[in-house]
Antibody
Framework: EVQLLESGGDLVQPGGSLRLSCAASGFTFNNYAMTWVRQAPGKGLEWVSGITCGGGTYYADSVKGRFTISRDNSKNTLYLQMNNLRAEDTAVYYC?????????????WGQGTLVTVSS | QSVLIQPPSASGTPGQRVTISCSGS????????VNWYQQLPGTAPKLLIYSDSQRPSGVPDRFSGSKSGTSASLAISGLQSEDEADYYCGTWDVSLNSRVFGGGTKLTVL
C-alpha cells in the first residue's frame, strides 16, 4: 500500500524558514515524480512544486525563488525547503505521488502538514 | 481567480445524477489530460478520475469523467449522501508551465 507521511509543519514568523519532509513507502520511490500541493484555510487546492524522477524541478510563481523542492531516493523522502515565509504561505501542505517518472499529476496524497506563518 | 473554472456549488437528491463542469483553455485542458479529486470534509484529497475518464481501482463506476475540447466534466450517478464533498479538476498548463486546479465545487446532497 502506498503511504506518504508529511512532517515538519509548524508555527513560524514571517521571514522565517521551514523544511517539510515526506516519507514515502509502498512503491519504488525513484521511479515516480512527486509534487507538493497546498490548501490555505477554507480555500481550494494550489500546486506549489514538482520534481521528476530525474530531478527536474518546477515551481509555482508564488513560491519561485523562495522554496526549493528536492528528493533523497536513498531515503525515499521528498523535501520542501521554504525560506522567507509570508503570511499567505499559511496552509496545509500535501505531498503527493505522481502518475509516472515525468508526470507529477497527483495520484496518491499524504494526510498533510500544517504550516502557519504569523507573528 | 483559478485558471480552471468550476461552479462553486452543485446539489442533488439521493439517486439523482449530477454533473460538475471544468472549463479551461487550449493551453491546459486542450493540451493535457484532466484529473478529478474528491475531498471529503476534514480529509486529504483523493484521486477520483485520471486521464480524463479513467477510474482508479476502488472508485465506484457511479463516477465518470469526460472531456471535449477545452472543457471537462465529472458525472456522479445514483447520488449518495457520502458523496457530499468538494470536487476539484486539475491538469498541466503548458503556457504557465505549472499544474493548475479548478477552484473547487462543493456538492451538497439534499
Amino acid at each position: 500500500e502506498v503511504q506518504l507521511l508529511e512532517s515538519g509543519g509548524d508555527l513560524v514568523q514571517p521571514g522565517g524558514s521551514l523544511r517539510l519532509s515526506c516519507a514515502a513507502s509502498g512503491f519504488t520511490f525513484n521511479n515516480y515524480a512527486m509534487t507538493w500541493v497546498r490548501q490555505a484555510p477554507g480555500k481550494g487546492l494550489e500546486w506549489v512544486s514538482g520534481i521528476t524522477c530525474g530531478g527536474g524541478t518546477y515551481y509555482a510563481d508564488s513560491v519561485k525563488g523562495r522554496f526549493t523542492i528536492s528528493r533523497d531516493n536513498s531515503k525515499n523522502t521528498l523535501y520542501l525547503q521554504m525560506n522567507n515565509l509570508r503570511a499567505e504561505d499559511t496552509a496545509v501542505y500535501y505531498c503527493s505521488k505522481g502518475y509516472s517518472c515525468s508526470s507529477g499529476a497527483p495520484f496518491v496524497w499524504g494526510q498533510g502538514t500544517l504550516v502557519t506563518v504569523s507573528s | 481567480q483559478s485558471v480552471l473554472i468550476q461552479p462553486p456549488s452543485a446539489s442533488g437528491t439521493p439517486g439523482q445524477r449530477v454533473t460538475i463542469s471544468c472549463s479551461g483553455s487550449s493551453s491546459n485542458i486542450g493540451r493535457d489530460s484532466v484529473n478529478w479529486y474528491q475531498q471529503l470534509p476534514g480529509t486529504a484529497p483523493k484521486l477520483l478520475i485520471y486521464s480524463d475518464s479513467q477510474r482508479p481501482s476502488g472508485v465506484p463506476d457511479r463516477f465518470s469523467g469526460s472531456k471535449s475540447g477545452t472543457s471537462a466534466s465529472l458525472a456522479i450517478s445514483g447520488l449518495q449522501s457520502e458523496d457530499e464533498a468538494d470536487y476539484y479538476c486539475g491538469t498541466w498548463d503548458v503556457s504557465l508551465n505549472s499544474r493548475v486546479f479548478g477552484g473547487g465545487t462543493k456538492l451538497t446532497v439534499l
